[in-house]
Nanobody
């Protein structure tokens, strides 16, 4: 069992940066593949980024490549999402998710076993 708690959301201007954090409970955090998704009202959750358990392999949605960076600190049971050059279209509720180890299907919410409660990111132009 893994419990996830996101933090770091807020309201910013376009072009600003935010860093989201996701703190996980459970001694087996280090074996999970971790992902970030974004959801806007009335829409399905969309994949943003994922990172494998070692932190060596990372995956990004095309819309955030070059602007967002996912990382993890297994000693702190925490995964991060550094978001730079934010755009209004990045706005939404960001969810952290954990998946048993896998290297495919990471863009699908159904591939993940545990979810956090979400943190709101608002970007004004």
């Amino acid at each position: 069992q893994v419990q996830l708690v996101e933090s770091g959301g807020g309201s910013v201007q376009a072009g600003d940066s935010l860093r989201l954090s996701c703190a996980a409970s459970g001694r087996t955090f280090s074996v999970y593949t971790m992902g970030w998704f974004r959801q806007t009202p009335g829409k399905e959750r969309k994949f943003v980024a994922a990172i494998n358990w070692t932190g060596i392999r990372t995956y990004y949605a095309d819309s955030v490549k070059g602007r967002f960076t996912i990382s993890r600190d297994n000693a702190k049971n925490t995964v991060y999402l550094q978001m730079n050059s934010l755009k209004p279209e990045d706005m939404g509720v960001y969810y952290c998710a954990a998946s048993r180890p896998r290297d495919s299907g990471l863009e699908y919410p159904g591939s993940y076993d545990y979810w956090g409660q979400g943190t709101q990111v608002t970007v004004s132009s």
